[in-house]
């Protein structure tokens, strides 16, 4: 979680000058030789061609939506209030670990997850004038994120990390590109909201500095995804997801020494409900 957001203070970043589309398509071309090294101690290069290839890459499809609409929140917004929001992951992957893979919620956890989407609204403060649409696709982001974690939990061991995030990899490569081309063939440059701008703004050469920066974020995406991948493929969900809460300590750390950005009471309160709702229904659902 640290090493991701690393990730989301560089996307942040770059995100008033540069399209989403663009810095994905770097990030991914800057990974590939990294993930093939990878694919090749951790299995060999043939564990690519898998039999499981569908499951593989409709997981990736899932995990390409959560990340766009995920970074696409980061121009309308501080860093705080959209991480803050996309920690609602865990409480999602508690509800649907249910029906995803038989396992059992009880009463205390489902109160637990009430409290929890509680802290949902404290943040958004619904029918305020501080109320911001792109943070619905934070949300959005966490139930796609979630559902495509359980995936890598449900695929199991039979894949090794490196394989899905090498899949995970390709698809946010080729994705990236379509986007780009339809919105080009298009002509759509600008949509009026930054966050719709942000995806489909044109493609510019970036500066030394810049190119740096968004090649970074193929190490570590590599990096990131590797091990988080790998940590819900051998343990169970439940099991993993409270240490993801880690990364709400990192966000409005950078958002404050790289932004200038001081997160609101409302903010603080609501991550703190769903932090402490998303550990007591994990813990809850273990026993």
């Known amino acids: 979680m640290f090493v991701f957001s690393l990730q989301d203070a560089v996307v942040k970043q770059v995100s008033g000058n540069y399209p989403l589309t663009q810095v994905m398509t770097i990030r991914s071309i800057v990974a590939i030789p990294i993930l093939l090294v990878m694919v090749q101690l951790e299995a060999g290069w043939r564990a690519i061609f898998t039999p499981q290839f569908k499951s593989l890459v409709l997981r990736a499809g899932l995990m390409f939506g959560a990340y766009t609409s995920y970074y696409m929140a980061f121009p309308a917004m501080n860093l705080a209030y959209a991480v803050a929001l996309y920690f609602t992951v865990p409480l999602f992957v508690t509800a649907l670990a249910g029906p995803f893979l038989g396992e059992r919620i009880g009463i205390k956890v489902w109160a637990a997850?009430?409290?929890?989407?509680?802290?949902?609204l404290v943040i958004l403060q619904p029918g305020s004038g501080l109320f911001e649409w792109a943070a619905l696709l934070s949300l959005m982001s966490a139930l796609l994120y979630a559902t495509s974690m359980l995936m890598a939990r449900r695929i199991g061991t039979a894949q090794p990390a490196s394989v899905m995030t090498f899949y995970?990899?390709?698809?946010?490569?080729?994705?990236a590109l379509v986007i780009a081309a339809?919105?080009?063939?298009?002509?759509?440059?600008?949509?009026g909201h930054p966050s719709i701008t942000f995806l489909v703004r044109p493609w510019v050469w970036p500066t030394l500095v810049d190119g740096l920066l968004i090649a970074s974020c193929g190490v570590i995406a590599s990096a990131?995804?590797?091990?988080?991948?790998?940590?819900?493929?051998?343990?169970?969900?439940?099991?993993?997801?409270?240490?993801?809460?880690?990364?709400?300590?990192?966000?409005?750390?950078?958002?404050?020494?790289?932004?200038?950005?001081?997160?609101?009471?409302?903010?603080?309160?609501g991550a703190l409900l769903i932090a402490a709702a998303g550990i007591a229904a994990l813990r809850e659902a273990r026993k």
């Open 113 to 120: 997850l009430i409290v929890g989407f509680s802290g949902i």
């Open 168 to 175: 995970q990899n390709w698809v946010f490569l080729a994705g």
């Open 182 to 191: 339809c919105t080009h063939w298009l002509g759509i440059e600008d949509a």
């Open 224 to 269: 990131g995804m590797l091990l988080l991948t790998n940590a819900y493929r051998i343990a169970p969900a439940n099991l993993v997801t409270p240490f993801e809460y880690t990364g709400i300590l990192w966000a409005p750390l950078w958002g404050f020494l790289f932004f200038g950005e001081v997160p609101r009471s409302t903010t603080v309160l």
